[in-house]
């Protein structure tokens, strides 16, 4: 109980550091720094598909609300990520991780599968989110570009976030 | 193997997604005019793909008809040709048919969507800017004029049907009788009101009725149809129920007419 309170508490600060970076960290038109993508997987197993979306939804929207964004560009991004939430897990962590409904853990499941987990949850949320951000009006180079900035900056931050949201590598 | 708990469960969270991610859209949609740009195209593009789909399967089970009536008409048009080589001896070359004729150029198109079911209803047809079709062009078919082109698209062009409350066209009875404006009744798919026939003029009904060339959109003598009932309007001119001979929610092919003209009598009329 105690742990998944100290998850939502965790949660809530990691949404208000989001929108403090989406309002006072903005360095480039080439970055997008989020760290949404990996919020929702870290989100614990025991959450279905369907609340998984809904906070999802609730959170890009709190984000898109309180920044300067555009309302429902995270919304519309972060959703489908928690939608391939469970079959993207169970593509890198097996089957028995979500029949268990067992927590992630760098130490069980090791650092290069939650690694190319991140990767690919913020790759689904940035397609996405740039494509739309875009509206089909900029060139296919710098969308490439963005892509290609943002996918690695937001896996390191990505991964420092995991390390504190993942509740068995913090004992 | 699915089993049937797994594949409800898939159906509501699938039902839920497209909840969610419609709610994003239309958010999105209200916030960016750059998004409003980018999804408004996105959703036409999609909707013309399944007018496209729906309308080509609808013509696949009308084929025999089509046919029926492209036979039939092909008969008559070679009939025509046939006493027009009578009377005239010239030989009319097959290979030689040109596009424009007097001072209308004809541009065969099909209909690639109706909307019928209002007082503005619209024809999409599926020939624009690349095939040549231009702006105040008149859409017709043998039987009767079907409305005006309204925009044009690269490859489709947006249309106004006659079947528009505030649409008027010139139209005379018999090929050289009293000139109306005849327009849709606004109640019955092939129903029309011809107006402005002067109270002298003996009417009979059966007559037919025909564009009156009058107007710069629609070349004379197209048949449009039949007259019916009528009676005298505010002691002066007719009111007479046309009974249309086309049947609009069966067009299929249809033709666009644009005067080439129509410049040099658009200049003399603004001298």
């Excluded at chain 1, 949320?125 to 009006?137: E, P, V």
């Excluded at chain 1, 710098?142 to 004992?171: C, H, M, T």
């Excluded at chain 2, 849709?184 to 009979?204: F, K, T, Y």
């Amino acid at each position: 109980m105690k742990t998944a309170q100290n998850f939502g508490l965790m949660y809530m600060l990691l949404a208000i550091i989001q929108i403090l970076i989406c309002n006072y960290c903005q360095f480039s038109p080439l970055l997008v720094l989020s760290v949404l993508p990996v919020m929702i997987l870290c989100l614990p197993l025991s959450v279905g598909t369907i609340p998984a979306m809904l906070i999802a939804f609730a959170t890009g929207l709190a984000v898109d609300w309180l920044s300067e964004g555009l309302l429902g560009l995270n919304a519309l991004s972060l959703v489908p990520v928690a939608a391939v939430r469970k079959p993207i897990m169970q593509l890198f962590f097996g089957k028995d991780l979500i029949d268990r409904k067992d927590s992630l853990s760098f130490r069980k499941n090791g650092f290069g599968k939650i690694s190319a987990a991140i990767l690919t949850f913020h790759a689904i949320f940035l397609a996405i989110y740039i494509t739309a951000d875009g509206a089909g009006m900029r060139p296919f180079w710098f969308n490439l570009a963005r892509f290609g900035i943002s996918e690695a900056s937001g896996y390191l931050i990505s991964v420092i976030v995991a390390s504190s949201l993942i509740p068995d590598d913090k004992k | 193997m699915f089993r049937k708990g797994n594949i409800i469960i898939f159906i509501v969270n699938a039902a839920i997604f497209i909840l969610l991610e419609v709610a994003a859209f239309v958010m999105l949609r209200n916030n960016g005019q750059m998004q409003d740009i980018w999804i408004s195209r996105g959703v036409h593009s999609f909707m013309a793909n399944v007018w496209g789909c729906t309308e080509n399967i609808r013509h696949y089970f009308s084929l025999k008809k089509e046919n029926d009536a492209l036979a039939e008409r092909i008969y008559r048009q070679e009939q025509t040709i046939r006493k027009y080589r009578e009377i005239t001896g010239k030989d009319f070359a097959e290979d030689s048919i040109p596009e424009t004729v007097g001072n209308f150029r004809y541009i065969p198109a099909s209909v690639a969507k109706t909307g019928r079911n209002s007082q503005h209803n619209y024809l999409i047809i599926s020939k624009g800017s690349k095939d040549g079709i231009v702006k105040m062009s008149g859409i017709i078919t043998e039987k009767g004029v079907l409305g005006i082109i309204d925009a044009v698209g690269k490859n489709y062009s947006y249309g106004r049907s006659f079947r528009n409350s505030d649409m008027t066209i010139s139209a005379r009875i018999g090929h050289e009788g009293a000139v109306g404006a005849i327009s849709w009744d606004g109640l019955s798919s092939n129903g029309a009101i011809l107006r402005e026939v002067p109270q002298h003029i003996l009417l009979h009904a059966g007559d037919t009725v025909y564009t009156s060339g009058f107007s710069s959109i629609f070349p004379p003598d197209i048949p449009l149809g039949i007259i019916g009932e009528y009676k005298v309007e505010n002691g002066a001119t007719y009111e007479i129920k046309v009974e249309l001979f086309e049947d609009f929610s069966s067009i299929r092919y249809v033709t666009v007419v644009n005067n080439v003209s129509t410049e040099e009598i658009s200049e003399l009329e603004n001298r």
